[in-house]
C-alpha cells in the first residue's frame, strides 16, 4: 500500500514537470508565432494592426503566465508531497503561487509601460507588493518553518506567549491554542517564532 502510494505521488510529480514543460513550450510557440504574423505577414496583406500587439502580448502573458505560475507551484507541491505531509506542501504550494502572481502583475505593469517607464513602473509595483505582503508573508514563511520543524504539535499542552492550553490547530498563518477555560487563543505565527515555546505537562484531571 505505502509502495503504490509512493509510486503514486512520483507519477504526479513527473506530470506537473511535463504540463510546466508544456506551457513554458506553448507560451514561446504563440509567442513567436504571433510577431511573425503581426509584424510579417499581415502587413504583406495590407493588415497593419503593430500597435496592438502589445495588447495581445500582454493577454497571453497574463493567461499562460498564469499557467505557468500555478503548474511551477504544483512542482513544487508535487515534490514535497514526497516527503512531507500534505498540508506542508500545500502551504509551500500556496506561497509560491502568491509569489509568482505578484511577479506576473509586475512583469504585465512593466510591459504596459514599456520602455525605461515600464521598468519604472513594474519596480515600483514591486516595491509596493512586497510591502503590501511582508506582514501575511512574514506570517507564512513562521508557519512553514513550524510545519516543516515540527517543534509542538496539535494535542500538545504548550505556554506560548503567556496564554497556556492545548494546540488545536497548527496553520499556514495562525497557531490556535485552547485553554483551560475554553477560551481560544489565535496567536500569528512569526510572533512565535520570535518567543520561547514552553511545552508543559497537562494537568492531571480534578479528582471528584
Keep these: 500500500m505505502g509502495g503504490s502510494e509512493q509510486h503514486a505521488k512520483r507519477n504526479g510529480y513527473m506530470d506537473s514537470i511535463i504540463k510546466l514543460i508544456m506551457y513554458i513550450a506553448l507560451f514561446i510557440i504563440i509567442s513567436a508565432v504571433l510577431q511573425i504574423l503581426i509584424t510579417v505577414f499581415l502587413?504583406?496583406?495590407g493588415i497593419f494592426i503593430l500597435q496592438y500587439y502589445i495588447y495581445i502580448n500582454v493577454s497571453l502573458t497574463l493567461i499562460l503566465g498564469f499557467l505557468i505560475v500555478r503548474a511551477f507551484s504544483d512542482v513544487i507541491f508535487q515534490f514535497l508531497r514526497l516527503k512531507y505531509p500534505v498540508d506542508v506542501a500545500r502551504a509551500f504550494r500556496n506561497v509560491f503561487l502568491v509569489i509568482g502572481i505578484g511577479a506576473l502583475i509586475t512583469v504585465i505593469a512593466g510591459e504596459v509601460g514599456g520602455g525605461l517607464a515600464g521598468v519604472s513602473v513594474g519596480g515600483f509595483l514591486g516595491i509596493v507588493i512586497g510591502f503590501a505582503m511582508q506582514q501575511p508573508l512574514g506570517q507564512v514563511v513562521a508557519g512553514l518553518f513550524l510545519l516543516v520543524s515540527r517543534p509542538f504539535k496539535i494535542t500538545d499542552y504548550?505556554?506560548?506567549?503567556?496564554?497556556?492550553?492545548?494546540?488545536?490547530?497548527?496553520?499556514?498563518l495562525f497557531t490556535e491554542v485552547m485553554?483551560?477555560?475554553n477560551t481560544k487563543v489565535v496567536i500569528p505565527n512569526n510572533l512565535i517564532m520570535s518567543n520561547k515555546v514552553y511545552i508543559v505537562p497537562k494537568p492531571a484531571?480534578?479528582?471528584q
Design 205 to 207: 484531571p480534578a479528582k
Design 43 to 45: 502587413p504583406r496583406l
Design 179 to 181: 485553554k483551560d477555560d
Design 158 to 172: 504548550v505556554t506560548i506567549l503567556g496564554d497556556t492550553g492545548t494546540v488545536i490547530e497548527l496553520g499556514i
